[in-house]
């Protein structure tokens, strides 16, 4: 039988660092209160990264590619699908993988982008799996990369203070032994107005409001189940326990919802990889981010059994289990 298995990871942050305070002071001068003390009690973030102008989700994305290539020793070369899991892609079309394959300096592997806000980076690998297991690729890059300061309305206090621009890789390769031993994922478009950017272009001009809109509390009140649900029925599907599970890796959106998840499971906090504290939501990212610093700073090791889960816009949600 044919598996498919993470070979390397990579993430890429951009430089500018923006602190709880570096914001509030921002807000501030356009009559915006905030603090870090609201922000760090709500939702857990310290601090967030934000691309310099003129920097997009490709740009991003193929440094935490590359990134990824080297730690799993493969040649850009050798890459025969390349998924970026975007919400905040570079532009309309083409795909923002269209775009990173050519700065990555090759051609002719299949490229396309997966648009599951922050769940895209579950949504991407297990299409990548998939294909994989079909024969259809080998060795797959697959990548979440987002540049949500992008579309963040600074005058709406309960969003802007939320997300951050950043990118996470992996190389899937294909292997004898799994890898990824089972996935779940999920969607209910009937949920499209808690979560959304609701405008598009249209005839030359933007039509609707371009900037991102929640209601934070249905949200919230969402995600916890539907993580829960996604967890047990991809641990179901594998034949594994709540108890089989080394790292918990979800999609870093809010402490109290990722502590809440974790508490459903009945797993140990210590369990839980946190990098929402300095990454803010960076949504498709996110969870690639969180495994590659998990990884290198030495958490997170060869024959670890990890739980990745997304929840976001649309709505989406979906988990991963897999051995590393
Ligand atoms: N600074 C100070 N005060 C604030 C801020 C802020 N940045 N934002 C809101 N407030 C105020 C509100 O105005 C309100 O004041 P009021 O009581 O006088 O009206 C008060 O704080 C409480 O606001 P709530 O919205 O009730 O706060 P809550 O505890 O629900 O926290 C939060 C808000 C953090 C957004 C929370 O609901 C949450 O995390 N929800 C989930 C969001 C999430 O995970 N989104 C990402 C999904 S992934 C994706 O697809 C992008």
């Not at 390349?82 to 570079?90: E, M, Q």
């Not at 394959?101 to 806000?117: E, I, N, S, T």
């Amino acid at each position: 039988r044919r598996f498919s298995r993470i070979t390397g990871t990579g993430s890429y942050l951009p430089p500018r660092r923006v602190t709880n305070a570096d914001l509030a002071a921002q807000l501030a001068a356009s009559g915006v209160e905030t603090s870090d003390q609201w922000i760090v009690e709500r939702t857990g973030i310290r601090a967030r990264h934000f691309a310099a102008d003129g920097v997009t989700s490709s740009d991003l994305g193929v440094e935490a590619a590359k990134r990824a290539l080297e730690s799993a020793g493969v040649a850009a070369g050798d890459i025969d699908l390349i998924i970026v899991a975007t919400s905040t892609p570079d532009m309309v079309f083409p795909s923002a993988a269209c775009i990173l394959q050519h700065k990555l300096g090759v051609a002719g592997c299949p490229a396309f982008d997966v648009q599951a806000v922050c769940s895209g980076f579950v949504y991407a690998l297990t299409i990548a799996d998939s294909m994989i297991k079909t024969g259809a690729a080998s060795k797959a890059l697959v990548i979440g990369a987002e540049v949500f300061s992008r579309i963040l309305d600074f005058s709406d206090r309960t969003t802007c203070v939320l997300f951050g621009d950043g990118a996470g890789a992996v190389v899937l390769e294909a292997s004898d032994t799994p890898g990824i031993l089972a996935s779940d994922l999920h969607a209910d478009g009937k949920h499209v107005g808690i979560l959304c950017v609701p405008g598009t272009v249209c005839g030359g001009k933007v039509i609707g409001d371009p900037l991102l809109k929640m209601d934070g509390q249905a949200v919230f009140k969402l995600a916890v189940g539907v993580l829960e649900d996604a967890a047990r029925a991809t641990l179901e599907k594998a034949g594994r326990t709540a108890a089989d599970i080394d790292w918990l890796i979800p999609h870093q959106a809010n402490l109290r919802i990722m502590q809440g998840t974790a508490r459903k499971l009945k797993l140990p906090a210590e369990k839980l990889v946190v990098t929402v504290d300095e990454h803010g939501n960076t949504s498709a990212a996110s969870i690639p981010l969180a495994l590659d610093h998990a990884v290198r700073s030495g958490k997170v090791r060869r024959g670890d059994t990890l739980m990745l889960e997304g929840v976001g816009g649309g709505f989406t949600w979906g988990a991963v289990l897999l051995d590393f």
